[in-house]
């Protein structure tokens, strides 16, 4: 099931706050952060000119959350060098959408921003 109107909401406001902080304006053109939902998951990403044709703009995903609405938690996942997504332990599964944005803002571990 995919996300209703009030999570869309919270989740632009959070995530896509998030977002919007993040990326700097003088260099929104070249790097920016966004975040696209796809089904129960909300991934953030880097945005950026492909550099084998710049008219295209390529993602590379910076971390995952999602959301389980039988528990009503939270859980963030960080992409390793295998390309596949593993949750990131150090931050538990909670209800709170902005103590995990707040976990990949910090990036105690350089695990979402190197």
């Not at 790097?31 to 998951?41: A, K």
């Not at 993602?59 to 390793?80: D, I």
Request: aromatic fraction near 12%; glycine fraction near 4%; hydrophobic fraction near 40%.
């Amino acid at each position: 099931m995919a996300f209703n109107e009030l999570d869309r909401k919270r989740i632009e406001r959070i995530v896509g706050g998030f977002c919007r902080q993040r990326t700097r304006p003088e260099v929104a053109d070249e790097l920016r952060l966004v975040y696209e939902t796809e089904g129960q998951s909300v991934v953030i990403s880097e945005e950026r000119p492909d550099w084998r044709d710049p008219s295209k703009r390529m993602h590379t995903p910076v971390a995952k959350l999602r959301f389980v609405r039988t528990t009503g938690l939270w859980t963030l996942y960080w992409m390793r060098a295998d390309l596949k997504w593993h949750a990131y332990e150090p931050a538990p599964p909670t209800a709170d959408l902005a103590a995990l944005v707040e976990v990949v803002d910090r990036d105690q571990y350089c695990a979402f921003f190197g």
